[in-house]
């Protein structure tokens, strides 16, 4: 995963960094608006990936939802849109394990395709998309215990959250040098 993956981000980036109690919306319609301009040269090439198709789908009904619900009715969205969005990319990511890893479809844009079905590149995946899953999953629960009646704070509705996902790159950028190296150690790495 590279900066290609990063860009896959970027609308959940943007929405997460808009978005408040009273600029979700606002932050909605960005992020669906950067998914869909994202989910341009994907297409034309062939290959959309599966976080691109969330995001259209996610920003999309938010956009839809802050257009047609009453807002008496949103306000439980107000609250809790960020964790909402973490919580829904760890269901996806690591629901994901189950088929193909979502980093999967990005790392064969930058591997050649003769080790995608190799070991190594299989466990490489596994092991980043489980990373991914289980700090958004993480961000989710630090999104509810960041509200005021759990007595949140900053620590844990932005500084720990973002120090997770900037570990999350740094081991994404990390782990696959690493088994590389390993492999070429132990004589396992694939010809």
């Not at 860009?7 to 606002?26: C, D, K, N, Q, R």
């Not at 700090?135 to 999104?143: I, M, Q, R």
Request: overall charge neutral; glycine content about 8%.
């Amino acid at each position: 995963m590279g900066a290609k993956a990063f860009l896959g981000f970027v609308p959940w980036i943007i929405f997460w960094v808009v978005s408040g109690p009273s600029t979700w919306e606002f932050a909605a319609g960005g992020a669906l608006v950067a998914a869909l301009i994202l989910l341009i040269p994907s297409h034309e090439r062939g290959r959309i990936k599966l976080l691109e198709i969330v995001s259209v789908l996610f920003f999309g009904a938010l956009t839809i939802a802050g257009l047609v619900l009453d807002r008496s009715g949103l306000m439980w969205l107000e609250e809790y849109a960020q964790t909402i969005s973490s919580a829904v990319l760890a269901v996806v990511v690591l629901g994901s394990l189950a088929f193909v890893p979502f980093t999967e479809q990005y790392a064969r844009e930058q591997v050649p395709q003769r080790f995608w079905s190799t070991p190594q590149f299989k466990h490489v995946n596994r092991m980043l998309t489980l990373v991914w899953g289980l700090v958004f999953a993480a961000c989710a629960v630090l999104g509810v215990l960041a509200q005021p009646d759990h007595g949140g704070s900053p620590w844990l509705n932005w500084i720990i959250p973002i120090a997770l996902l900037v570990g999350a790159f740094k081991f994404t950028a990390w782990y696959p040098e690493h088994v590389k190296a390993e492999a070429r150690a132990t004589g396992t790495a694939p010809a």
